[in-house]
């Protein structure tokens, strides 16, 4: 079964782990008999989500773009938008969004992320910024304020990638800055293009493209994620805003050898592009750590992928990112040059083809800095980057754009052991509505 397509649990296979919801802490226990607080319908909400697209294998998610498990989601979205008599919509590129007041307004302030996942992702990665943005709508009207601007929630289409390849698909599209013709033509391990599976989905693909009126209508874009590391954790902090992202990319290197019996050809008559493979992704540690950036080869292909035949094509995915665009740069380059030499120690051809590249964003500093001074009264939340690519990234080219981060006890993340505390997915949501009540309300 390939990555593409949700795959059918087995009838005999075990009962799936109890769907996650966010962990309580002794400090979050509420008493039974107290009445229900505002943000009570976070957890309802988390449970009705947390069952959708789950894999009875993993426990982990598997909510690819434009699949079944695709579908739910954005119907769990809609109903959301519909219950709190929202006004919905979906737009060209497939993002959907839900509206307190007319956004032809303009000056809107926006927040949300996505529903999608990595293969066996975990349950916060993007859905626990829909969530809490619903739940802190929530909030916002429990407490009788009333908004001067219009208010959004949206869930961008294919942020993660997982099916296509290329991530932020919706923004992209949305920002101008993804060719439509080619977003088309991204086609899954499945075979299946971007296009035919929007088709199947329901939606125009040759609609997809630009969409600048949309974007003038929002005056802020504020995206609350969970924290994919431990920064906030280290510092005992509940809730953090980012300061910027840093740049990263996707290269694909395709390692050309001689396909071969494993069990007859003399080692020193291999072309064996595994070899030279594996040099690399050693290689790429290694320039990765002298570096101070990061760099991941988390995806191979091989062909022709026998236990007993040397191979004749060891295609691998790297993804790297550092602190700045001229490090990871030479990073990049030095993992290819660790290649080219290795290669040809080995008789095999390297090529290497860079799929997708993101640059540094800075997050604007007066609406980071005024998210900073709402959080913290006292003293202001803390601000840290991330090495993650967001939708908020590819947004801030044309909205002022700005992250709030959820603790996240070990940092793990793309991974079904990722989960955040009761009490700082609470506090998440209380820190949504206090941006809100700050940026829209006053």
């Not at 789950?54 to 109903?79: E, H, L």
């Not at 969409?211 to 929002?218: G, N, S, T, V």
């Not at 954790?233 to 050898?257: C, E, K, Q, T, Y």
Request: aromatic share 6%.
């Amino acid at each position: 079964m390939t990555s593409g397509e949700p795959q059918t649990a087995d009838a005999n296979a075990p009962a799936p782990p109890a769907a996650p919801t966010p962990a309580a802490s002794a400090a979050g226990t509420r008493d039974p008999a107290a009445p229900a607080a505002p943000g009570d319908g976070f957890l309802t909400m988390w449970r009705d989500l947390a069952v959708l697209g789950r894999s009875a294998a993993s426990g982990g998610y598997r909510r690819y773009a434009w699949t079944p498990a695709d579908a739910d989601c954005r119907a769990w979205f809609r109903a959301q938008a519909d219950a709190r008599g929202l006004a919905y919509e979906t737009d060209r590129n497939g993002n959907q969004w839900a509206w307190l007041g007319d956004p032809a307004a303009g000056g809107a302030v926006v927040t949300g992320s996505h529903l999608d996942s990595v293969p066996d992702g975990g349950a916060f990665d993007g859905p626990l910024g829909v969530v809490s943005a619903f739940a802190a709508l929530d909030l916002l009207r429990a407490r009788g304020a009333r908004p001067r601007r219009p208010l959004g929630v949206v869930n961008f289409a294919d942020e993660e990638g997982a099916r296509f390849g290329l991530a932020c698909v919706g923004s992209r599209l949305t920002a101008g800055q993804l060719d439509p013709d080619a977003a088309r033509a991204l086609t899954g391990a499945d075979g299946v293009s971007l296009a035919a599976a929007m088709e199947r989905a329901g939606h125009d693909p040759y609609a997809i493209g630009p969409d600048p009126e949309r974007l003038a209508r929002i005056g802020a874009f504020v995206e609350l994620h969970i924290e994919q590391g431990r920064a906030l954790d280290l510092a005992g902090r509940p809730v953090g805003v980012a300061s910027a992202i840093w740049p990263h990319g996707r290269w694909r290197f395709d390692f050309h050898g001689e396909a071969n019996h494993a069990g007859t050809t003399r080692l020193e008559d291999r072309r064996d592009p595994m070899l030279t493979y594996a040099t690399t992704v050693l290689a790429a540690r290694k320039k990765a750590r002298l570096a101070g950036a990061l760099a991941t080869f988390g995806k191979v292909a091989v062909e022709p992928n026998g236990v007993n035949a040397i191979a004749s094509l060891v295609r691998g995915w790297l993804d790297s990112r550092a602190p700045d665009e001229e490090t990871l740069a030479a990073v990049v380059a030095a993992i290819e040059q660790a290649a080219a030499e290795r290669g040809a120690r080995d008789g095999v051809r390297v090529s290497v083809t860079r799929e997708s590249f993101t640059p540094v964003v800075e997050f604007a500093h007066d609406l980071r800095d005024r998210l900073a001074a709402l959080l913290g009264p006292g003293e202001p939340a803390p601000v840290l980057p991330t090495g993650a690519g967001h939708d908020a990234g590819i947004l801030s080219a044309a909205v002022p754009t700005a992250m709030l981060f959820v603790r996240n006890p070990t940092g793990v993340s793309h991974s079904p052991a990722e989960h955040a505390a009761e009490d700082d997915c609470a506090a998440g949501v209380s820190a949504l509505a206090d941006v809100w009540e700050g940026l829209a309300c006053r």
